[in-house]
């Protein structure tokens, strides 16, 4: 498996409260992303990374920031924790492109928020 | 925007039965990727198709990519209980890459 870590694993939250998720990596890929995956929807893509400080939006951005201040770091923050927002996280990695490349998945991090 | 559908949603078969499950794009792709989740796992990448009409094989899977870039199928034969888990595809529009919904496939042994 590439190496890539995500930090919490496992995390309860209230509705209302400011969230950071992390993604570190070890492979010097110069892409990251951040996925939500929800029953029927697959995953959606939250935001992406194509360097360090540069950051674009995906499908499903609202409620949602992130920041790249390092290569190996990616930061998702839910600004306001709503139950809409409960899911599993995926951070993924690629060596270039959106889809020219294959993606390297974290193991994910689950998200409840109550 | 570009969507992707994949179906069927759940498929639950026989050990040793055969497998397919099918994605459609509503615009062109550049290129579809395939990946496997496992339960309670992250998406593991399987293989890229790139060539309209393509047909690619890795042991019991086939894949395919349709002559218009916007259809392809994932068809695995004689299944096996190491086969569960989810199967996404992932098709490239203009820039970003889509996912389909998954098809989860169960297996009685």
């Known amino acids: 498996d590439a190496g890539i870590t995500q930090s919490p694993r496992h995390k309860v939250t209230e509705t209302g409260t400011p969230v950071t998720l992390r993604c570190h990596q070890t492979?010097?890929?110069?892409?990251m992303y951040w996925y939500r995956q929800d029953p029927g929807h697959g995953l959606r893509l939250i935001h992406y990374?194509?360097?360090?400080?540069?950051?674009d939006k995906g499908e499903v951005s609202d409620g949602y920031s992130v920041s790249r201040s390092k290569t190996e770091d990616f930061l998702l923050t839910l600004e306001s924790a709503t139950s809409s927002q409960t899911s599993v996280y995926f951070c993924?990695?690629?060596?270039?492109?959106?889809?020219?490349?294959?993606?390297?998945f974290g193991p994910g991090t689950r998200l409840t928020v109550t | 925007g570009q969507q992707v559908m994949q179906i069927p949603q759940y498929q639950h078969v026989q050990e040793g039965e055969d497998f397919t499950t099918y994605c459609n794009s509503s615009?062109?792709?550049?290129?579809i990727q395939w990946y496997k989740q496992r339960p309670g796992g992250h998406p593991v990448f399987l293989i890229q198709?790139?060539?309209?009409?393509e047909v690619k094989k890795q042991k019991r899977l086939t894949f395919q990519f349709g002559e218009a870039k916007k259809n392809s199928s994932l068809h695995i034969t004689a299944t096996q209980t190491t086969d569960v888990g989810t199967y996404f595809c992932?098709?490239?529009?203009?820039?970003?890459?889509?996912f389909g919904q998954g098809t989860r496939l169960t297996i009685n042994p």
């Open positions: 492979e010097n890929h110069r892409y």
């Open positions: 990374s194509y360097g360090v400080k540069d950051t």
């Open positions: 615009t062109t792709l550049s290129n």
């Open positions: 993924a990695i690629s060596e270039a492109g959106l889809a020219a490349y294959e993606q390297y």
């Open positions: 198709l790139v060539k309209s009409g």
């Open positions: 992932a098709g490239q529009g203009a820039q970003k890459l889509v």
